[in-house]
């Protein structure tokens, strides 16, 4: 398999990637050469240079994973991939540190004139009285966004004496009142601080959130910082603020557009501090985020869910751990509600039962949901697409937690509901291995490793030799044989393990065995 590592990664996961794959190392990849070179790849590693747009996904013809070196995926357009099922992961805490004490050095910067000072002394000028500065003690930092890299700001600058107010509308207010900061709103937050510095994603919502009008109430001689994205302090509004004295000063990291030229309105303002997305740029935090990614790539190609995936459902290692045996159950247990159900399927409910209802199980649902799926639908169907896919077709996935299990020490069950009929396939884990233990009312005890040819028949002598008979003349050989029975008299259930495919011919002469109802393929190797 073959990676491309654009954007200059460092070179630490790139060894590790080396040992496993061929890896293609490009640190400056222009847009057009990407699009032209992207589908001989299964792997794609980036930081924030490179445009992973949906026309790069469209043409992506073997990708599998997108890994973000860092935090901020805003880069990649995760629709795109999700639609395709190629994995997004990033970094989420790989670089935390160096943009937070990025930040700090941003505030201190400008606060203490340290750029000017330093680019009018290399000239030889000694300017002690032009640049006064202003001390962090005692100010209000108002923080908006407490996430990793919010709160260690917001840490950092209680060191320093400083006052702070944090603005997140999505902060759990017990760990805010725990990191000592005062919880506040935005107004709050814009009208009391001294100091004002942003850590959130861009979005809709965060896109221009601090303008002029914000900048106009803000309090006298207020300093800003944005070393989150650009764009989240209007860039043209700033310059002006700066300019006019409404703002004191600014320190900025991160750009609409990337890279500046001379020409965009925050260089050459006085009083505006720039570095150029230097944010996560320490040899400490490249390791880092190219270690993890890396790890994330070959765990994913190895088929391995992924921790840090953006564009799933995150699990934890521990929950890993214990829904991990099921997965193949899972899938097998979706495989066979889609060849047995007589329609399609409107409505899937998938119940656990016992001890496994401990743990968030929602990944073994979209593992029943990847089960019925993969064997209908002509693109893969994986862990990232299958939630969607299933929304798409208009299947209504519900999950039901029962603490009780009867008779094993945990039970999954799929039911589907299709044109006002139910079907339900039941599986257990005996030590590691999944069983089929249930279909619909019949109780069988079935390894769902192969092809198994599922029959429900009449309860009378001679049906069950008859389809042997046939199948044998066909030369497909049965290696495993359960007959589920109900209380009721009558019907039972007969479930074939067959070595071979079934033609839909032979299939078709099976059902018309007197006595058999009906004959359905459950192919395995298709799940
Ligand atoms: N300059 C650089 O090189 C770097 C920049 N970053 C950027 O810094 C930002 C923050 O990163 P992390 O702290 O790691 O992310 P995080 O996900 O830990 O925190 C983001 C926080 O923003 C909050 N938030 C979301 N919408 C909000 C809104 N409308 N108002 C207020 N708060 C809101 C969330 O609740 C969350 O607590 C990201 O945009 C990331 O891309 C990250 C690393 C390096
Ligand atoms: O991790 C992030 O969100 C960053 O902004 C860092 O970007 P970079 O990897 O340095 O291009």
């Excluded at 639609?83 to 970094?91: D, H, P, T, Y």
């Excluded at 917001?154 to 009142?177: H, L, Q, W």
């Excluded at 320490?282 to 869910?305: C, F, M, W």
Aim: hydrophobic residues 45%; proline residues 5%.
């Amino acid at each position: 398999m073959k990676v491309l590592a654009a954007d200059g990664i460092s070179p630490k996961g790139i060894e590790l990637l080396q040992k496993e794959f061929d890896v293609d190392v490009r640190d400056k990849l222009p847009a057009e050469e990407l699009l032209e070179i992207i589908p001989e790849y299964d792997a794609l590693m980036v930081r924030s240079a490179s445009k992973v747009t949906a026309e790069v996904i469209a043409r992506a013809k073997n990708l599998k994973i997108i890994g973000r070196a860092g935090v901020g995926v805003d880069n990649i357009d995760i629709p795109a991939a999700t639609a395709r099922g190629i994995l997004v992961i990033n970094s989420p805490g790989g670089n935390t540190i160096a943009a937070t004490e990025h930040t700090m050095a941003m505030m201190l910067a400008m606060s203490r004139n340290i750029p000017i000072a330093n680019e009018t002394m290399q000239k030889g000028e000694w300017n002690r009285k032009k640049y006064v500065g202003v001390e962090l003690r005692g100010k209000t930092l108002g923080v908006i966004g407490m996430g990793r890299i919010g709160s260690g700001v917001a840490k950092r600058a209680m060191a320093f004496e400083m006052n702070v107010i944090a603005y997140d509308p999505y902060i759990n207010e017990e760990r805010a009142k725990a990191l000592g900061v005062t919880v506040g709103t935005f107004e709050d937050v814009i009208t009391k601080a001294d100091f004002i510095t942003v850590h959130m994603p861009l979005t809709p919502d965060t896109k221009g959130m601090i303008g002029m009008e914000q900048m106009k109430r803000m309090k006298k001689g207020v300093r800003l910082v944005n070393c989150a994205r650009g764009g989240i302090i209007d860039e043209n509004d700033l310059a002006e603020a700066v300019r006019s004295g409404i703002v004191a000063g600014a320190a900025i990291d991160v750009y609409t557009s990337e890279p500046v030229t001379k020409d965009h309105p925050l260089v050459g303002v006085p009083g505006i501090v720039l570095t150029p997305h230097l944010g996560a740029s320490t040899v400490e935090a490249q390791i880092g985020v190219s270690l993890d990614v890396s790890r994330g790539i070959i765990a994913a190609l190895h088929g391995k869910p992924v921790a840090t995936a953006v564009n799933m459902a995150p699990v934890s290692p521990q929950v890993m751990k214990v829904i991990a045996p099921y997965l193949t159950l899972a899938e097998r247990l979706g495989g066979t509600v889609t060849a047995l159900a007589d329609g399609p399927v409107e409505r899937v409910e998938v119940t656990y039962n016992g001890e496994i209802t401990e743990v968030n199980t929602g990944m073994l649902t979209t593992a029943v949901v990847k089960g019925m799926l993969n064997p209908i639908m002509e693109s893969e169907v994986n862990y990232v697409n299958a939630p969607g896919l299933a929304k798409e077709r208009g299947i209504k996935v519900t999950e039901v937690r029962e603490k009780e299990a009867e008779d094993f020490a945990n039970l999954i069950t799929v039911t589907a509901f299709f044109g006002g009929k139910e079907l339900s396939v039941q599986g257990t884990l005996f030590g590691m291995e999944g069983r089929i233990v249930r279909i619909n009312k019949f109780r069988v005890d079935v390894d769902p490793h192969a092809r198994i040819l599922v029959c429900p028949h009449i309860n009378r002598p001679g049906v069950i030799g008859t389809v042997g008979t046939l199948l044998g003349s066909q030369s497909i050989n049965i290696s495993g044989m359960q007959v589920g029975k109900t209380e009721e008299e009558g019907t039972n259930l007969m479930v074939l393990t067959v070595d071979d495919d079934i033609p839909v011919s032979v299939l078709e002469q099976v059902k018309a065995i007197e006595g058999i109802f009906d004959a359905r393929l459950v192919n395995f190797y298709a799940v």
